[in-house]
Structures are given as structure tokens and as C-alpha cells.
């Protein structure tokens, strides 16, 4: 007989929303023009508006749902700065120093946004559970070490990544675990609430003079003869100078082809229910966030409060019921620590990011209209960044490079029309490949 995983009152929604769920602003009419519309309200948007507002501008961000409602309030909450970017765009037919520079620069851009989110948190005095106590990347393989090794030089001196390989018996301080075959602590990382750090954004923006609906959807864009931009929505019409798309993992066809320039992932994540304090710490005795090297990854780390675990991954690659994802998560969790045997999920929900075809962030102009798009899972620092950075280019009035992310341009493919139909196609692979790396190592 199955045992029920499930605790009385699981809920399907983000775990996070239990502490903090943006509440919407009493109805406003839409102003009949702005200087600045931005559509999306999430990091990316907020941020912008953010920015824009604390520089003079009349700014109104418009969402098609609850601002903040998508990955915003709905990812692991986990900050590194350059851990995760560093590929680069064309670099098979980049030169070899080129490229270095490229990566160079990659690498120092991330980490500036990071301590440009630290500073924004502390400018703000926002309360959003930081830890900075740093990430473990733990190896699937002892094949993976290499790699990882061979990375370290640039991640500590362009990205100041503090970052250093670990053994697999050194993992014993770390994580509660013999999972592994080794790791990388990460210790310019940490953790946070992710959507008590979008309210915190919200809220210095709305002090800053920035306006902000949720519930609001565009449906048209259009470029005037006098150069602005006559904007449709959902609940009438409005002009604006400029207009900024901030819809990542939830970008459709408003605007030109950048639709077939992100592929939309879900992603998932489960929440455990409340754990007795010693088991809770014996996990991750550090409380750092943990990724892992697959393909695949998991990825988890301990609430703010220290007293749950909380899952994520990739579960599924078509749409499933939120208690099937969690099954799978759940299943997964115990392969890691089977002293979890018993613990049941009190919380499942899912989120989608924002892939690029070539894996980096970018931030730039399709037409006149600014975008920021590709955070690759790592939103929390990127797509703050992004959002500033574009904030920055309308401020100054430049079309002059602001970030190593500003390419001004996005690659995509003939045959992706903005349906990832080929997702479980690629994801079974993925998952087939870890797992005969992780048959053929052991």
C-alpha cells in the first residue's frame, strides 16, 4: 500500500507565498501616457522601474497577473555571482584571446551583479532572509572534477567566487549525504525569500514614484509616427517614450520574434513539512544552497527559518499535476537523504525560466523596444541586473554597451516557433546520459 507523502493541508503554491504574497494595490485608473512602460513585474521589471524612477522618470510597470505571480515569487531563491554564466555567445568562431575577454568580462559582470543586489537589499533595508553562507556544487561524477578545477582560476579571480574543490570525505562537513563524489563550496553565495525580496523591491520602487498594476495584461505594441509607442491593454490604452519587455519565461508574441528567442522550462519544487531542529541541521550543517553537475540538477537548501528542506528540479518535461512533480521530487529527495524516509511534502508548485540558445543573459532592442531576457535559472542576481542595466541605457540615453549581457541581439532556430515541443525529447536524453555517467563511475 503507498504511503500518502502529503501532509494534511499541502497546498499547490509556492511555499514562499505562505510569508509573503504581493498584495495588489487598490485598482488605479491607467495614466493616459508615461515616460517609460514596462511590461512584466517581476525582478527584471521592478528593477527597471526601480532604477528609472529613482532617476526621474515616470515609469508603470504592467503585469498580465499578480505582480510578482511568476518565477519571481516561485524560484529556490538561491544568489551566486558568475557561477553560472560564463558560456560564450559565437565562441566557436571567436578567437582564443577573444574569447577569454569575453568570459573575463562575463565573469565580472555577474559579480557586480551581485553586490549590486546586496546593496540594493541593504540600501533598502529590505527583510528577505539572506543568508550569505554560500553554495555547495556537489559533483555527480568524480568526472566532474576536472572541469570544476580547471574553472576555479577564472571564478576567483574575475568573479571573486571564493570558490574551492572539495573531497568526497570532506563532504561530511558539508551536507548530510554520501550522494557525491565530492564538491565546490561557492562562498560568495547564499540564499534568500524570494518573494518577500520582490515586495521589498516593489515597495522601494512605489517610494521611488514608480507606478505598478497587476492583473493587466498588453496586447499590442505599436510605434506612432511621432516615435512613441501607443500601448493596448487588457483594460484600455495608454502612450509611452519607451517600452521595456521584462516577460521572461512568460514572453509571448507582443513583441517581434523574441518568442522564438527564449525556450520556456518549468521547473519545480517541493517543501517539506517542519523538521525537528537537530535532523534539520545535520542535512546541511552549513546552510549553504546546493546545486548539482548533472545535466538534470536538483538543486535545495534549508528555509530561512532552518526548519525545512526545500526540493527543486526538473521533474517533468510536459505539464503534469502538481502532486505528480512532487512525487518525482520527493522520490529524488530521499535518494539523497534517506533519513528523510517519513517527512512529507507540505508544499508543490512550479515556475518557468527563460533558456537562450546560447545559454547566456541578454539584455537589448528589438525595433525600438528594450528587453530583458535569458536568466538560465540563476534570476534572482541576473535578472535584477538586467533590469537595471537596461534602466541605465534609458537614463543616459545611450545605445552604448552598459554590461557584458548587453548584445543587443539573440540568436534562435528555424525550427522553434515558441513551443518547446521537443522538451521530452532532449530531457529523457539528459536524463539517460546522467545516468550512465553516473553507472559507468561507479
Not at 512602460?37 to 529613482?54: N, R, W
Not at 562575463?106 to 527583510?127: N, S, Y
Not at 544552497?289 to 528540479?313: C, D, K, M, Q, Y
Not at 502538481?322 to 512525487?327: D, G, L, R, Y
Request: charged share 20%; proline share 4%.
Amino acid at each position: 500500500m503507498a504511503i500518502d507523502i502529503f501532509t494534511a493541508d499541502f497546498r499547490a503554491a509556492p511555499w514562499w507565498w505562505d510569508d509573503c504574497r504581493t498584495p495588489e494595490e487598490p485598482r488605479a485608473d491607467l495614466p493616459r501616457a508615461v515616460d517609460v512602460l514596462v511590461v512584466g513585474g517581476g525582478y527584471a521589471g521592478v528593477h527597471c522601474a526601480l532604477t528609472l524612477a529613482e532617476g526621474g522618470r515616470d515609469v508603470l510597470v504592467l503585469d498580465a497577473e499578480r505582480l510578482g505571480w511568476g518565477a519571481s515569487s516561485r524560484n529556490g531563491g538561491q544568489i551566486t555571482g558568475g557561477v553560472n554564466v560564463g558560456k560564450i555567445p559565437g565562441g566557436g568562431n571567436a578567437t582564443k584571446s577573444a574569447a577569454a575577454e569575453q568570459r573575463q568580462a562575463i565573469l565580472r559582470d555577474a559579480a557586480a551583479g551581485l553586490r549590486h543586489l546586496e546593496a540594493t537589499i541593504e540600501r533598502h533595508q529590505i527583510q528577505c532572509g539572506l543568508h550569505r553562507t554560500g553554495r555547495l556544487t556537489a559533483l555527480w561524477t568524480a568526472d566532474h572534477w576536472k572541469g570544476w578545477q580547471d574553472r576555479l582560476d577564472d571564478l576567483n579571480r574575475y568573479s571573486d567566487a571564493e570558490a574551492r574543490m572539495i573531497d568526497a570525505k570532506s563532504m561530511a562537513d558539508e551536507i548530510g549525504s554520501d550522494f557525491y563524489r565530492g564538491g565546490v563550496v561557492i562562498g560568495r553565495a547564499g540564499h534568500l525569500q524570494p518573494a518577500q525580496l520582490h515586495a521589498g523591491l516593489l515597495a522601494a520602487a512605489r517610494r521611488a514614484g514608480a507606478k505598478a498594476q497587476g492583473s493587466t495584461r498588453v496586447t499590442a505594441i505599436m510605434r506612432q509616427r511621432d516615435g512613441d509607442w501607443k500601448v493596448e491593454t487588457s483594460r484600455g490604452s495608454l502612450t509611452a517614450e519607451t517600452v521595456v519587455v521584462a516577460t521572461n519565461g512568460y514572453t509571448g508574441r507582443l513583441v517581434g520574434p523574441l518568442h522564438r528567442q527564449v525556450i520556456p522550462v518549468t521547473t519545480h519544487m517541493i517543501a517539506t513539512e517542519e523538521l525537528p531542529a537537530d535532523l534539520a541541521k545535520s542535512l546541511l550543517p552549513s546552510n549553504r544552497a546546493v546545486s548539482e553537475t548533472r545535466r538534470v540538477i536538483n538543486h535545495f537548501r534549508l528555509s530561512p527559518n532552518g526548519r525545512r528542506l526545500l526540493f527543486g528540479g526538473r521533474a517533468r518535461f510536459f505539464p503534469a499535476a502538481e502532486q505528480v512533480t512532487a512525487a518525482i521530487l520527493h522520490r529524488a529527495m530521499l535518494q539523497r537523504f534517506p533519513q528523510l524516509a517519513g517527512v512529507r511534502i507540505s508544499h508543490s508548485w512550479g515556475g518557468r525560466v527563460a533558456v537562450p540558445f546560447d545559454y547566456m543573459p541578454h539584455i537589448g532592442q528589438h525595433d525600438g523596444v528594450h528587453y530583458a531576457l535569458g536568466c538560465n535559472g540563476s534570476g534572482v542576481v541576473m535578472m535584477n541586473w538586467l533590469g537595471h542595466g537596461i534602466a541605465q541605457k534609458i537614463l543616459n540615453g545611450t545605445s552604448d554597451r552598459v554590461n557584458a549581457f548587453d548584445t543587443g541581439t539573440m540568436p534562435t532556430h528555424p525550427l522553434f516557433h515558441g513551443k518547446p515541443w521537443f522538451l521530452p525529447i532532449v530531457g529523457t536524453y539528459y536524463q539517460a546520459r546522467d545516468w550512465l555517467d553516473r553507472r559507468l563511475a561507479a
